[in-house]
């Protein structure tokens, strides 16, 4: 179905950062199940999930180049595993579950599955993320035709500064970064950066115009095939969740969901006007390398039931708490119960 209004712009991007992030456990917890974290085949996912997260950043930045607010304290913004990805066809269900070559073959290539980026479906379901994409570019250029679509492009509000973003292992920086969004040539080149780094467009290979950085798909398709060996796996139950933990377990999985939780809010904050996005942006890198990456390696090193503990990615209710106040809190019961994990207190001490 075209995109014809500005509501449905909005509705599509809005959409986009949902669908951006709901990749992002998935693709963690198949990380987290290789145990040998400097592989390829570790190396590879985690530099798909930092993609996702520019991915979302840049959704959040064209929604406001058109007057859109993104919504990241919305409980109902965060994704709840199984997650049906939503539009999508046929349905695809994503998992937590390790990174066994069904999960690699079955899901994340087809989130990632190149489609020529031409079509638009009939209906608003697509194929593709690069269809959906598709759609949106093909709004932006239908709704620019009745109105000025750029009129305040907020872009005090935009995470634009490129520095903000730096590629990593397997990324290469001229695939696309950051950069402010204010009239559609701009929000095209951001939909292509996308489009490239993820599913690419046909069979395209490279993310990048050097071919130093391959397509989100042909970086899984590199573990599928074997060629990037995930080696040994740990054995993490599929779609956890932490009140089937006992308590010493289940206080990190909480300490571990609440962080998770706190990254969106510090997002929501990141995309404010006249907000210190400097320290924000530390807290958020602070939040996945230093709270989140130690607590989830922290529940994978765990046994439980025959096998090992894993992150649930469940959605916390902080209530009517202060969250920094329950943060710490629960970093203080963490700590009292796994005393090496003084250093994520320390972290989150420090936000």
């Known amino acids: 179905m075209a995109v014809t209004t500005l509501d449905e ?14 990749t992002v456990p998935p693709y963690l917890y198949a990380m987290y199940s290789i145990r040998d974290q400097g592989s390829d085949a570790a190396l590879l996912i985690r530099s798909v999930v930092a993609e996702e997260m520019l991915h979302a950043a840049l959704a959040a930045n064209l929604l406001l180049a058109i007057g859109g607010d993104p919504d990241f304290m919305s409980a109902d913004v965060v994704p709840r595993y199984p997650f049906d990805l939503p539009h999508h066809r046929p349905r695809l269900t994503l ?3 390790p990174c066994t070559r069904e999960q690699v073959e079955n899901l994340f290539l087809v989130i990632e ?5 031409h079509s638009i479906p009939d209906d608003d379901v697509y194929d593709s993320l690069g ?15 009745q109105r000025e679509l750029f009129a305040d492009p907020q872009v005090d509000r935009q995470m634009a500064n490129h520095e903000y973003y730096a590629p990593i292992t397997f990324d290469a920086e001229d695939s696309g970064g950051l950069a402010p969004i204010t009239n559609i040539e701009a929000a095209n080149e951001a939909i292509h950066v996308i489009i490239h780094q993820g599913e690419g467009v ?9 071919h130093q950085e391959l397509t989100h798909y042909y970086k899984f398709l590199r ?8 080696g040994e796996l740990a054995a993490m139950p599929d779609n956890p ?3 089937e933990y006992p308590e010493d377990i289940r206080l990190v999985s909480d300490l571990f969901n609440a962080s998770y939780r706190y990254v969106y809010f510090v997002m929501h904050d990141i995309f404010k006007a006249d907000t210190d996005r400097d320290a924000l942006i530390g807290q958020l890198y602070t939040l996945m ?9 922290h529940l994978v090193a765990s046994p439980f039931n025959g096998g090992v503990g894993a992150p649930t990615f469940e959605v916390y209710d902080f209530g009517d708490t202060n969250p920094r106040e329950r943060l710490a809190s629960l970093a203080a019961a963490v700590t009292a119960a796994h005393p090496g994990l003084q250093p994520v207190a320390d972290a989150l001490a420090g936000l």
């Not at 269809?131 to 035709?145: D, P, S």
């Not at 046909?202 to 050097?210: F, I, Q």
């Open 9 to 22: 712009l909005r509705e599509h991007l809005e959409l986009a950062i949902k669908v951006e992030l709901s």
């Open 95 to 97: 998992n937590l579950t």
């Open 113 to 117: 599955q190149p489609e020529t980026h």
């Open 131 to 145: 269809q959906f994409y598709h759609a949106i570019e093909k709004g932006l250029a239908n709704v620019a035709a």
């Open 202 to 210: 046909s069979d395209a290979k490279w993310a990048d115009p050097s």
């Open 223 to 230: 573990i599928a095939q074997g060629v990037a060996s995930v």
């Open 241 to 243: 969740r932490g009140a």
């Open 289 to 297: 390398t230093e709270v989140m990456s130690p607590l989830g390696h």
